[in-house]
């Protein structure tokens, strides 16, 4: 079974510019989460979605919006990029489904997309 | 608001000996509980979960950890280190109060001498 992919690997942006991600998650996963790394601030959450429908926000600005496909692919798009946005990006994905199996659903993870913002 | 906390941001260890990296969490409910590891340039990696099943999980590459509910803590111990168990690891805590979102630790680098 192929894992979570995501597309691209590395990019590099000057600010203001706008970008986009992809991610593709594993087949038959349908919950889609995604995640800032930076060396400051760690590992945070940005949102994640289920069924094409946001199930959860974290604590980020409004420049930071995504979506999900019928196919469960995933974009996520930062606009207006400040040079605070430079980090790796994660996606995860996993079965998602009913509440109880949802917390315990084992999270796989992509190899990330590096950002800097020049 | 649940949280985590991992003790020591660098450990460092030879190689064959006892590794440790603790995790402290913060719940009002019980939580679903789990170990990552990150090597250089890539993802994270599932090492184990606690999901109430066992107090004692068993991961891969010979790390275990357990839950300790009075202690509010689940340490990760592997008995015998490997170089190729330098990497930077990462509890994370999930729980009806979070909603569906992952809370990770600040991580642990795990730096394994010859």
């Known amino acids: 079974k192929a894992g979570v992919t995501q597309t691209p690997r590395y990019l590099i942006k000057t600010r203001g510019q706008q970008v986009t991600l992809s991610c593709s998650p594993i087949s038959g996963h349908r919950s889609v989460s995604w995640y800032q790394q930076t060396p400051g601030q760690g590992l945070q959450f940005l949102f994640e979605y289920f069924s094409e429908t946001q199930r959860n926000k974290g604590n980020f600005p409004g420049r930071f919006s995504g979506r999900q496909f019928s196919n469960s692919r995933s974009e996520m798009n930062v606009s207006t990029l400040e040079l605070g946005d430079s980090a790796l990006y994660l996606c995860a994905s996993s079965l998602g489904g009913l509440a109880g199996g949802v917390l315990y659903n084992e999270q796989f993870f992509g190899p990330g997309t590096r950002l800097t913002v020049l | ?114």
């Open chain 2, 1 to 114: 608001a649940q949280s985590v906390t991992q003790l020591g941001s660098h450990v460092s260890v030879s190689e064959g000996a006892l590794v440790l990296l603790r995790c402290n969490y913060s719940s009002s409910v019980p939580p679903y509980l789990f170990w990552y590891v990150q090597y250089p340039n890539q993802g994270l990696q599932l090492l184990l979960k606690y999901t109430s099943a066992a107090t004692l999980v068993k991961g891969i590459n010979g790390f275990e950890a357990e839950f300790k509910k009075s202690e509010t803590s689940f340490h990760l111990t592997k008995p015998s280190a490997h170089m190729s168990d330098a990497a930077e690891y990462f509890c994370a805590v999930r729980g009806l109060t979070g909603g569906f979102k992952t809370i990770f630790g600040a991580g642990t680098r795990l730096f394994v001498k010859a």
